[in-house]
């Protein structure tokens, strides 16, 4: 985007103009006026995405700013993204939220944002954040209002991305179990919670170390038996 | 520079010294461990001998030589060496499993060898791979001429480990695992089958002889357990796990069932301590559906003998019995409340019960049964038919089964039940001041109101009413107001009775029908065709229901209404008329309907029920415990359903999951294994 790519040169040498956009000129050189410039690169930046009518950056958007990331559209790095921002809605990310991340990212621009990208994937892999990820990510994907569970096709799709490099084969094997099963329709979050726990404690594929007796969710006893009878 | 085309002769011997060396390496003959660098030495040759541009491509001879190869080995080595010990049986077994054993280390290995063969030649072929031919020769030329012999040889040891003597359990179980691997199938028709009729002549010649040595009846139980327990063993030892209930089955059929009555007999005449089989013989006899009279005198028997433990001191003896017996019947609570119910109809060929036989073949069947909620909702359930349906069985005489029920089972087992009965009485006194209240005699109507959610749920169906039954209808109504205030009463026509005059050509018949079957036949009062449709329509029932009930009428044994036309089944276009011409011999005929099988019902409600109460219980615990691991919820749950029934872990926890989805609970964050009461 040849816009961007001349405000990054602009801003590679010192500029004391700002060209004009929705914010209002400052001509002070302060460092407030520094931050407020860099403000302005993100706002810049937001509507480049964002819908004009809405105000918000919407699935369109979302889109476009994939292909600029050269990123997939249903990368995990989006996802997480969105984490960053907390964002509300899926498929959706309003200034504020744009704010929170890419001032966290220290990015006003799309290459920085790009470059930030293994930063934090790197962040939320760490053990605290990613736990707080995957049941963000579950509830990112409830888009009614009031709804509590996800279907046995969403869930899939979201281990896949969520854990599919983390624990390759424990969800491989689920996916097969949930879309073998007829008991179950959809998933709700204490047992999607259940299945992160059972990645982390549970030896696999041999589960030694698993217990009907526990308090695991009932789908995982079930898939517990299911995985028995297939190594029988 | 062109590869050197290798010509098959030379190529195939330099393969065949290789496979040679094979061969002797699977016998574990003293040569030279066969290397990972000779196999790639072999493989790449085939390799070779495959790629090469034809008419050099040799894929089919060598897969052709390949198969040679191995039959031949069959024939010259494998087979004479089974042969040479066909005249000892165990070393016929050794020689076997041995053999085998190196067979398929060497087919694996010519697999490994010719593998390119395998991916490429075979598949694109659609040929058979070498394993499944090399399996193939060894079951044709082996397998098929000597298995008989083998397994001759096989039961010849088992006899002998019955005997007492010690037999070669390892050689036996590989004998056994090769006859699995080449198919289940042959296992359980070449062997299995086999083994299972040797095994009830052995025993069958054993019951007869201990029978008549006279042993007392304690040693011979003695000597009969030991049998069964050896018998499982044997299983565990050597033969196929899906093999034990079988076994088990023959055994206990040759030492138990055969001679089930000198059993008996023995046992009573010298009141001894053998519980064990009587479970077993009960069992076979509870399992079979039809009761009739030889399980009948049967049954008395085993109750007999239940009352004599009852009165002696030997708590031991007791509580053993009752252990055996409830496994025994673990399942059958239909049955017994069936069971029940004919003795409380005295309905037993033509033997009769007196009332004490009756109360004490109750108590001991409730007793037994371990999951009183099923017993206690057959019974109910049977009771209440008995009940509405004025069976002719005294009020007093089932008040005095259920208080010795009562007696048995603490808890709520015949709060229902006595409620039953006092409804009836209740609307039994209800009826004469009704009778007093409609005063001009015209309505023959007798009504038995039902509390409901103490009786049976039942289904029924609305239909309109003729006038005549309208009125008696609002009578009622009005009647009833007069004696309670505010209650809403809805009529179960379905469990009504009917006493209809029907005028037929040669005489008038009374028929017994439901209150459905009425509405539908008065219809014919006003005219004698009536399409399906037509009484469809000024009825309002609905097709299934409509079709049962005429059904009934025009399709049974009594034809009171003819059907156009005469096919076995009731469809829309149907038309009907009333049968004039219809008689029969007495003056007075009931109308059956066939009735609906309702124990999956019986068991689904319990289901429901227990599933209830479990939500109750949970709900319970932990309103009062605030926070409570899984553990011990569980322990505390069975703890205070145990009356009734024994809820699984299993049921509890899909229980306590759906009570999260109903924000009854949740799951603490940092302990998963614990459960919170959500205010």
């Known amino acids: 985007m040849p816009r961007s790519a001349s405000k990054t040169s602009k801003k590679r040498t010192q500029p004391d103009s700002v060209t004009s956009s929705a914010t209002d000129p400052v001509p002070s050189a302060s460092s407030k006026k520094k931050s407020c410039k860099e403000m302005d690169a993100t706002d810049q930046l937001f509507y480049k995405y964002a819908n004009t009518s809405s105000g918000v950056i919407d699935p369109e958007g979302i889109e476009k700013l994939c292909s600029s990331l050269k990123v997939p559209h249903t990368d995990i790095r989006i996802l997480m993204l969105a984490w960053r921002m907390k964002a509300a809605r899926q498929g959706y990310f309003t200034k504020a939220e744009w704010r929170i991340a890419l001032t966290a990212l220290k990015a006003d621009t799309i290459n920085k944002l790009k470059k930030a990208l293994p930063e934090l994937e790197k962040e939320v892999r760490k053990p605290l954040n990613f736990r707080d990820f995957y049941a963000y990510a579950f509830k990112y994907c409830l888009t009614e209002e009031r709804q509590r569970i996800l279907e046995i096709e969403t869930i899939c799709k979201l281990l896949d991305m969520v854990l599919g490099s983390t624990f390759r084969a424990q969800v491989d094997y689920f996916v097969n179990y949930l879309n073998n099963q007829k008991e179950y329709k959809a998933i709700d979050m204490d047992q999607w919670m259940g299945f992160y726990r059972f990645c982390n404690e549970i030896s696999f594929p041999d589960m030694i170390n698993y217990n009907l007796e526990h308090s695991w969710p009932c789908i995982l006893d079930n898939f517990f038996e299911w995985m028995r009878s297939k190594q029988a | 520079m062109e590869p050197k085309i290798i010509d098959f002769e030379q190529g195939w011997d330099y393969i065949e010294t290789g496979i040679t060396a094979l061969k002797r390496h699977s016998e574990s003959l003293p040569v030279p461990k066969f290397t990972l660098e000779q196999y790639c030495d072999l493989y790449t040759a085939v390799y070779k001998m495959c790629v090469q541009k034809s008419p050099y491509d040799f894929s089919s001879q060598l897969y052709q030589k390949c198969c040679e190869t191995m039959e031949e080995y069959m024939n010259s080595t494998v087979l004479p060496a089974l042969n040479e010990k066909l005249g000892d049986e165990y070393m016929l077994l050794r020689e076997l499993v041995e053999r085998w054993s190196n067979y398929k280390v060497l087919v694996r290995a010519l697999s490994h060898i010719f593998f390119y063969l395998q991916r490429f030649f075979i598949v694109r072929e659609s040929l058979p791979s070498i394993e499944t031919v090399g399996m193939g020769y060894f079951r044709d030329l082996v397998y098929n001429k000597l298995q008989s012999k083998v397994r001759e040889a096989v039961l010849a040891l088992v006899d002998k480990e019955r005997e007492g003597e010690d037999i070669d359990r390892k050689v036996t179980k590989r004998v056994l ?480 999951e759906d009570l999260i989805t109903r924000d009854y609970l949740e799951r603490d964050r940092e302990n998963p294994n614990m459960f919170r009461y959500l205010a």
């Not at chain 2, 029940?340 to 037993?348: A, H, M, Q, S, T």
């Not at chain 2, 809403?488 to 005059?501: A, D, E, P, Q, Y």
């Open chain 2, 177 to 656: 695992e090769f006859y699995i691997e080449i198919g289940m199938e042959r296992y359980e028709q070449d062997f299995e089958s086999f083994m299972l009729k040797d095994t009830a002549s052995y025993y069958s010649r054993k019951a007869s002889s201990w029978i008549q040595e006279d042993d007392s009846i304690n040693d011979y139980i003695f000597k009969s357990e030991q049998c069964l327990q050896k018998e499982k063993e044997r299983v565990s030892h050597y033969l196929h796990f899906s093999s034990e209930p079988k076994l088990v089955k023959v055994v206990e059929h040759e030492l138990f069932v055969v001679h089930e009555n000198q059993i008996l007999e023995k046992t009573h005449a010298e009141k001894q301590i053998g519980l064990g089989p009587l479970a077993k013989i009960f069992k076979q006899h509870v399992e079979d559906t039809t009761i009739n009279a030889k399980e009948q005198v049967l049954i008395r028997k085993v109750i007999e003998l239940h009352e004599v433990y009852m009165v002696t001191e030997c708590f031991q003896s007791h509580t053993l019995f009752h252990k055996d017996l409830k496994r025994a019947v673990a399942g059958s609570d239909a049955l017994l409340a069936t069971f029940c119910d004919r003795i409380i109809l005295k309905k037993w060929g033509s033997e009769e019960l007196s009332e004490e036989d009756i109360e004490k073949v109750v108590m001991f069947l409730a007793y037994i049964s371990d999951e009183k909620d099923i017993f206690a909702e057959f019974y109910r359930k049977k009771l209440a038919l008995r009940l509405l349906l004025n069976r002719g069985v005294s009020d007093d005489h089932e008040r005095s089964i259920l208080t010795k029920l009562k007696q048995q089972n603490r808890g709520q087992f015949t709060f229902k039940m006595e409620r039953m009965i006092n409804d009836l009485t209740l609307s039994r006194e209800n009826q004469n001041s009704f009778k007093e209240y409609v005063a001009k005699p015209g309505i023959g109507l007798t009504v038995t109101v039902l509390t409901s959610g103490i009786w049976p749920s039942y289904k029924t169906f609305g239909i309109n009413l003729p006038n005549e039954m309208v009125k008696c209808v609002e009578v009622f109504k009005e009647f009833y107001e007069t004696k309670t205030k505010g209650r809403k009463l809805t009529w179960i026509h379905s469990l009504g009775t009917c006493h209809v005059n029907g005028k037929f050509d040669q005489k008038s018949i009374e028929l017994i029908v439901s209150t459905h079957q009425a509405v539908v036949l008065l219809l014919f009062n006003t005219k004698d065709k009536l399409s399906y449709n037509d009484i469809q329509t000024q009825l309002n029932v609905g097709h299934e229901d409509l079709v049962w009930l005429l059904y009934s009428l025009s399709c049974g044994k009594y034809k009171i209404l003819i059907k156009e036309p005469a096919t076995e089944t009731v469809s829309r276009t149907d038309v009907f008329e009333f049968n004039s011409k219809f008689t029969a011999r007495m003056c007075r005929v009931k109308i059956p309907l066939p009735h609906v099988n309702d124990k999956k019902k019986v068991i689904e409600d319990v289901d429901k029920d227990r599933r209830y109460a479990i939500d109750a219980t949970i709900v319970r615990i932990m309103k009062g415990k605030k926070a409570l691991g899984l553990q011990q919820l569980v322990s505390e749950c069975v703890q205070q359903l145990n009356q009734m029934f024994k809820p699984d872990i299993k049921t509890i926890k899909m229980r306590i």
